[in-house]
């Protein structure tokens, strides 16, 4: 619902172009999605992009609704246009990631961006149960020296067939751009492990990542080096079923095993599992109180 009533409020507007040629590429994004089994529709591309415009708004309120990762609040769907919350101030636009300027006044504000970058992906897959699917530095917006995320109409749950594959690589692609920025990052195998980790407890969330950092900015063995290259062609189980079909000691000999225990819940150790459940619009039960008062407050 559009709010009324206030004085000067902005809103931006987003126009899916119907054109089939935009849309040749995303049946991926969408065939294997169990939210829209029934409203698929392969040959129709005017069905399509309303379709794509759903999945953007039901993303962004689910995106939203977890009080932990900023994103534009979508007020209004018709067809194949959203109104939604604009991003910046007086009629001018936050710029993207790629366009901001960093660091002027703070040569360490890119490292702290860093860091809010990793995190926000890790509760995008851990607490929103999503997966970008194609995170850049062109679909993040920098605003008030925080990052916020848009464009997720491509963005698939993270049950999705194709979900950990797009998530290997948002992580190589943001590693890519923080590191020509001068950013000592994780490895991608790292920073992957760091995100589907299933059993790290929240509260340590932050802890365990500083020492990740730490040890990128003392750098990296060339065996650990040499497993990233491989875990960039490695098949990635996605549930214990599949890991019948995955020669573990040959995993092991080359020294990646350990993405398995993290992201199948089977890590050393019985440490109590930090994950939420899915946080589905309009669904209050599954949010904390601080998330609570976050939802309130963007749709006041």
């Keep these: 619902m559009i709010p009324e009533g206030e004085p000067n409020i902005e809103f931006a507007v987003k126009i899916f172009k119907t054109s089939i040629l935009v849309f040749k590429d995303r049946e991926r994004y969408v065939s294997g999605e169990f939210r829209f089994r029934r409203g698929h529709c392969k040959g129709n591309p005017r069905k399509k992009v309303k379709l794509w415009a759903e999945k ?4 962004l309120k689910r995106i939203c609704m977890s009080g932990m990762i900023r994103a534009p609040w979508p007020y209004y769907l018709k067809n194949n246009v959203i109104v939604m919350e604009f991003i910046g101030e007086k009629g001018e ?16 504000e890119i490292a702290h961006l860093y860091f809010e970058c990793i995190t926000m992906m890790r509760n995008l897959y851990q607490l929103c149960k999503l997966v970008h699917g194609d995170l850049s530095e ?3 917006l920098y605003h008030k020296k925080q990052i916020w995320m848009i464009d997720v109409s491509q963005s698939v749950e993270n049950d999705h067939p194709m979900a950990l594959e797009f998530l290997r690589r948002d992580c190589a692609v943001m590693n890519d751009f923080f590191r020509k920025n001068n950013v000592y990052v994780l490895t991608t ?3 992957f492990n760091f995100i589907t980790d299933i059993t790290l407890p929240a509260q340590k969330v932050d802890d365990v ?7 990128a900015y003392n750098g990296y063995t060339q065996n650990e080096l040499e497993d990233d290259k491989v875990f960039e062609q490695v098949y990635i189980p996605r ?3 599949e890991l019948s079909h995955v020669d573990i000691y040959e995993e092991q000999k080359l020294g990646v095993e350990t993405y398995y ?13 930090g994950a939420g459940g899915a946080v589905e619009a309009g669904d209050q039960g599954e949010v904390t109180e601080y998330q609570n008062k976050q939802v309130v407050k963007r749709m006041l």
């Design 93 to 108: 636009a936050a710029p993207r990631l790629k366009d901001a300027v960093i660091g002027e006044t703070d040569k360490n």
């Design 261 to 273: 225990e993290n992201l199948t819940g089977l890590k050393r150790g019985d440490e109590e599992a």
């Design 56 to 59: 953007e708004v039901r993303n």
């Design 189 to 191: 195998l790292k920073l």
């Design 209 to 215: 990542l500083a020492s990740l950092l730490k040890a």
């Design 138 to 140: 062109y679909n993040l």
């Design 239 to 241: 549930t214990l079923q």
